[in-house]
Structure formats: structure tokens, C-alpha cells
Nanobody
Framework: QVQLVESGGGLVQAGDSLKLSCVAS????????MAWFRQAPGKERGCVAA????????YSSDSLSLRFTASRDNAKNTVYLQTNSLRPADTAVYYC?????????????????WGQGTQVTVSS
């Protein structure tokens, strides 16, 4: 079992940056693939980036990869999402998730554990 707690969200202006963190409790953090998802009001939850056990990262879109950087520190049981040049369209609740599957995935259903989310609000 893994428990995930996100932090780092807030209210910022367009063009600002935020660094989100997600700390995992429980054992064997390094054995999980991790991911960052986000959900805007009235929209489905979608993946931002998947972070493999090895630390390799894949992004769900090229445009996000130009502004966001995901990473993990297995020694600290933590994953990060550095968000730059934020836009009002990035306003959402951001979640981290953990998956026991071997392959990377952007699908919500493939993730076994979820944090409670951290709100990011970007004003214009």
C-alpha cells in the first residue's frame, strides 16, 4: 500500500512557475511507476507525465513537455512537477498517482494509488 500527499499548488499569475511535490509513504516506492494527472472543472482527469521506475519521463503532449518537467527522487520517496510559463488553461487540481504495472501508462485506470490533489489556479 502507498499513500501519496501532494503539495505546492497555489494561486499565481500567468507566466509564473510552481513546483509541485508528491511524497509517498509505505515501502517499495522505487518499484512503482508514477504519474502526474490534472483535472479542470467539468473536464475529465488527464495525464500530464508518466515517470518510470528508472526515472525516465514521458509527457502526454509535446506542448506540455516544453513547459513542464517531471522527475522523481527515490531516496526521498518523492516525485516533482516543475511547471513554468503557466497559463489560465493550466488551472486544475493536480494529482500524483502510483502504478504497479510494468509499462508506462497515461490511463487513469492503470493507476492503483492516488493523492488527494493540489489546486493550481492561474489568473490572467
Amino acid at each position: 500500500q502507498v499513500q501519496l500527499v501532494e503539495s505546492g499548488g497555489g494561486l499565481v499569475q500567468a507566466g509564473d512557475s510552481l513546483k509541485l511535490s508528491c511524497v509517498a509513504s509505505g515501502r517499495a516506492f522505487a518499484s512503482y511507476n508514477m504519474a502526474w494527472f490534472r483535472q479542470a472543472p467539468g473536464k475529465e482527469r488527464g495525464c500530464v507525465a508518466a515517470i518510470l521506475r528508472s526515472g525516465s519521463v514521458t509527457y502526454s503532449s509535446d506542448s506540455l513537455s516544453l513547459r513542464f518537467t517531471a522527475s522523481r527522487d527515490n531516496a526521498k520517496n518523492t516525485v516533482y512537477l516543475q511547471t513554468n510559463s503557466l497559463r489560465p488553461a493550466d488551472t486544475a487540481v493536480y494529482y500524483c498517482a502510483a502504478s504497479k504495472y510494468y509499462s508506462p501508462s497515461y490511463a487513469v485506470a492503470d493507476y492503483d494509488y492516488w493523492g488527494q490533489g493540489t489546486q493550481v489556479t492561474v489568473s490572467s
